[in-house]
């Protein structure tokens, strides 16, 4: 009893004397009435009682962020990332650069890709970055992009599938048709794999790492709904988005058991990067404040992705999922073996793969 009294005594004594000091400085303001004393008492209370929250949850989410603190090397290896001219892909490029890997930048934007290769280059020292254009949202795009890779590349380490869209006030399509949310995020990676196998295959052992999201468990993912016309709000087409990511690793996965390609898919934390591009304002103010507060660097949301592409201790670790590097469980529906398999025939279809295209069975 003692102990919790003087602990109790200790924290309130100087919380006291700083009630009072705020309220004489409010006293000494000629043009501010203070309330009665409960009142200014409760909302003083409340107000600090709230910052004292926040500032615990700010040392909770960096106590809980995952770092990768090996120092693997990547010496001869080629990495293919998407999206890797800004946020986490840059980052990730930036780290297996450093590692010494080859890095092959895949992007829509070029001119951002250009100045990011040039920054990652001077970062490293690493000139060995090369850059190509991509577009996952176009299939034509995909598959000249998979043209150029065959043609120059002899072989593929790692795969990092890192490129996301997601609009959460406006619903677009894709120049094939499709919603775009999902041509970019789900049937993009889908094509350009089956596309890449393989040399993949050549490969081995090799890596493939998509990059998925934990806030998957808003959305429910019903074949019969959620196929090209997408029905519902454009910010919850992302996470069905999310969804396809995770299934389509897991069941690629088991159709590459034994083959020498791993696969798995993870999250990244939340992250203040180019994914809110299309928040518009003042919704702005608040992702700032959520940014400093709550969400990670993009150095912090790299860091299971970094772990996946090289982690030694993962080697033939396949068709798990992960967060903050280390492995996580699934809620129980994005598992159902059927829907996996359903998911695969119809992006096999929407993504118009034809007999002499190659195949993963």
């Not at 009630?19 to 000629?30: Q, R, V």
Request: aromatic share 12%; net charge positive.
């Amino acid at each position: 009893m003692f102990i919790i009294s003087f602990i109790v005594s200790t924290f309130c004594y100087p919380f006291t004397n700083l009630l009072n000091i705020f309220k004489e400085f409010f006293k000494g303001m000629a043009w501010y009435e203070i309330p009665n004393t409960t009142t200014f008492s409760i909302c003083f209370t409340l107000a600090f009682g709230v910052a004292v929250i926040i500032f615990v949850l700010c040392l909770w989410v960096k106590a809980t962020c995952g770092m990768f603190t090996s120092s693997v090397r990547m010496d001869g290896k080629t990495v293919l990332i998407t999206g890797a001219n800004s946020g986490i892909g840059k980052e990730t490029a930036r780290d297996l650069a450093k590692r010494g890997a080859r890095v092959i930048m895949a992007c829509r934007t070029m001119d951002t890709a250009y100045e990011a290769r040039d920054e990652i280059i001077k970062q490293t020292g690493n000139e060995n970055i090369l850059v190509k254009k991509l577009d996952l949202s176009s299939q034509k795009s995909v598959r000249d992009f998979a043209d150029e890779i065959l043609m120059i590349e002899k072989r593929i380490d790692v795969l990092i599938h890192n490129a996301g869209y997601g609009n959460p006030f406006n619903k677009e399509k894709s120049v094939d048709g499709i919603e775009l949310t999902m041509a970019t995020n789900h049937y993009g990676p889908f094509l350009l794999t089956h596309l890449l196998i393989g040399l993949l295959k050549k490969s081995t052992p090799c890596r493939i790492v998509i990059v998925s999201s934990g806030w998957y468990w808003l959305a429910r993912f019903n074949l019969k709904k959620y196929l090209n016309e997408l029905d519902g709000q454009p910010v919850y087409l992302y996470y069905v988005s999310k969804i396809a990511n995770i299934m389509f690793a897991i069941e690629l996965a088991k159709r590459l058991q034994g083959t020498g390609i791993t696969v798995n898919s993870l999250h990244p934390g939340v992250i203040y990067s180019g994914i809110w591009r299309n928040v518009p304002f003042p919704m702005t103010i608040g992702l700032t404040f959520l940014n400093y507060c709550f969400f990670k660097t993009v150095v912090e949301g790299a860091q299971t992705t970094i772990m996946l592409a090289c982690s030694e201790e993962l080697n033939g670790v396949t068709g798990k999922y992960f967060s903050d590097c280390k492995e996580c469980e699934l809620q129980p529906y994005v598992t159902i073996s059927e829907d996996h398999k359903r998911l695969w025939d119809v992006s096999i279809k929407i993504v118009k793969l034809t007999d002499t295209d190659p195949k993963i069975l």
